[in-house]
Every structure is written in C-alpha cells, then in structure tokens.
C-alpha cells in the first residue's frame, strides 16, 4: 500500500450522553443470515468508556474554525470517531462539532461533486469523506447532507476504471486495493442509507479486490500484477468482502489467518487497524474477542494515551498527526458500541 498520505495535501492522500442514533434509519443492508451471525461478547467496560470520552473532548478542543481537523480523509475519521459513540449533528455532547464538521465536508464539494476542498487531496480523501457523509446521512435523514453525498457517490461511480478499481486522480485511469477499498466503502455506506448504487458497480470492485489476493499468503497485495501481501491492506481487503456479503468467500478464512499470524503493519499501523477492527468484528467469536482484547490493552498501555486525551506515536504513521491516530485508535475501542450503521452485523 504504497502511497498513503495525509495531511494539507501531504503530498497527496490519506492523507456524557449519548445521542441516540436519530430520525431516519437507513434501510438494512444484506443482512448475515441468523445463523451465522457470530455471538459478540466484547463490550467497552468503564476504563475505555473514560479513555474515549477523553479523546473525543481532545478531537473536539482541536477542530479548526472551518470545522475541519485538516484534509477531508482526516476530517473524515475525526467525524466517524464522534458518530461512532452516538454524536450525531446537533446531537450529543459533540452535537455541534459533529454539525460543523460535517459542514465543512459538503463545503468542500466541487460541481462535480469532488470531496477534496481547498487543501487539496485525492479519491482517497474523497471516499473517506463520502463514507463518513453517508453515515451522517443515513442517521440523521437530512436532505441537504443526501444531496452532497450523492454527487460523491456518483463522481465514484463515474470514474470506475475498466479493471473494476479506482486510483488516486478522480478519473478511469488507474486502479490499487487501497484507493478501491475506500470507494467501496462509501459506495456500501451509501446504498446502505438508501442511495442507489448500480449492482454492476459493486461486483466489478468485488472482482478487482479478489484479483489483488495472494493465494501463496493468503493476504491481498497492492495491485494484481505485483508486489506481496501486507497487513494493512489484507485486513481492508477482509472488511469490504464481508460489509460487501462475501461471508463464505474462500478468501476470507486464509485472509484472517494471514492477519493472525502477522499482528500489525509499522509502515501503516493505524490505517491497518482501522479496517483490522472492522474485519475482525465482522469475523467474530474468540478470534474477536483476542484481537480486541490485545489492542485495548495496547491502547489502553500505561502512558500510550496522553494526559490530554490524544494517541500520539511518532513511530507509527507520524506525519499524519495526533488527530488521525487519536480518531483511528477510538474507532478501534468503538467497535462494541455499534452506532455505526456500515459496521453493524
């Protein structure tokens, strides 16, 4: 996963209460059949409910006059963190910070409905701001967030390369799993609040994703024609199978072991455990239960959190700052609470 970035461009990428998630619910998605939903016995006890209330009020105190918490991919893991936790637009003790930065996301929007605003960006900082305005979307029903949020779906749709991917220039150019993945993830968040997204659209990526999987490893390279598999976008590529409905997906139980056997990615730490979270949820049982117990307690590590509710480490994805590994490390802890209508089983 080779060119994740993320600050004012940084030279080009990724750059209390609880509010009830509100109004108008999004219709469900292809639901897992009963079945095989796995039992989830994770739960937030008290010392994480504290250790996030602390970050949230750290991200809350940080947000800029824009609203904003830097790029849109930024900005966007700021907002999921908040909504994650029942802060929704006007909502919450973070009602207003979430209100204003999700205005500041659809401020960004060009004409053709581009999420990338005045510090610039690309199509990854664009599916993460489009994932995170579907979610606003589909729990709050406002019509003027739906009506940003379906020019950024459609922009996604429309720049499709012929291979089923998407890469960093908003155009049908080029495709990688990690820019893919991301599109994917607006494009199930949105249908999943209503918002149509063409069939055909969903299983050329499906079929792009695959085409990256490694069956030596059992883990997902950058690009099918090279490369070797990697930690942080194997566990994307087991999020979007399963969000997607590919529960039985042959790729999906080697993909996990590959995830087991090697734990983490130095080079794109957060960014891995970000869809790691997700993945293994999704996954469920004792596999869960594992990981999430040892990234609490990684988190949770004496110090590892700052006095002022921030994760900061500069050995881990450093330049993208204190407000993406903050955001990225309550996303992680969130899990259990299920706020999230694209997470939840």
């Known amino acids: 996963m080779r060119r994740l970035v993320l600050g004012p461009v940084l030279a080009a990428a990724l750059v209390g209460l609880l509010a009830s998630p509100a109004a108008t619910q999004p219709p469900a ?14 739960k937030m006890d008290a010392e994480t409910k504290k250790a996030v209330d602390k970050a949230l009020k750290f991200l809350a105190e940080k947000q800029e006059t824009d609203g904003s918490w830097g790029n849109t991919a930024i900005t966007g893991f700021t907002l999921l963190a908040f909504m994650a936790n029942g802060h929704m637009p006007n909502q919450g003790d973070h009602g207003k910070v979430v209100a204003k930065g ?76 990690s820019v893919t993945i991301m599109q994917v993830m607006a ?45 942080a976008r194997t566990a994307a590529g087991v999020c979007v199978l399963q969000l997607c409905g590919k529960y039985d997906a042959d790729e999906i139980k080697n993909a996990v072991d590959y995830l087991e056997r090697t734990a983490d990615d130095r080079g794109h730490y957060w960014y891995g455990h970000y869809y790691a979270c997700h993945a293994m949820n999704q996954v469920g049982d004792e596999r869960w239960e594992k990981y999430y117990k040892r990234m609490r307690d990684r988190l949770l590590a004496p110090r590892y ?15 993208y700052g204190a407000a993406y590994q903050t955001s990225i490390a309550v996303l992680i802890l969130s899990v259990p609470t299920h706020y999230l209508p694209i997470y939840q089983k």
Request: proline letters at 5%; hydrophobic letters at 30%; charged letters at 30%.
């Open 102 to 177: 999700v205005r500041y996301l659809c401020s960004t929007a060009r004409e053709d409905g581009y999420l990338v605003g005045a510090r610039g960006g690309n199509m990854y900082c664009h599916g993460m701001a489009a994932l995170a305005l579907t979610q606003a979307y589909g729990m709050t029903g406002d019509e003027d967030v739906k009506k940003i949020t379906k020019r950024s779906i459609e922009l996604i749709v429309k720049t499709q390369n012929n291979e089923g991917g998407w890469r960093y220039d908003p155009s049908p150019t080029g495709a990688d799993i």
């Open 187 to 231: 494009l199930r968040g949105a249908k999943d609040a209503g918002i149509h997204v063409p069939d055909k659209v969903m299983d050329d990526a499906i079929k792009y994703v695959n085409r990256c999987y490694d069956r030596r490893s059992g883990g997902y390279k950058y690009q099918p024609y090279g490369g070797v598999a990697g930690y």
């Open 29 to 42: 998605k292809d639901d897992k059949p009963l079945s095989v939903v796995p039992k989830d016995n994770v």
């Open 305 to 319: 959190q700052k006095e002022d509710g921030s994760w900061y480490d500069p050995s881990r994805e450093a330049a």
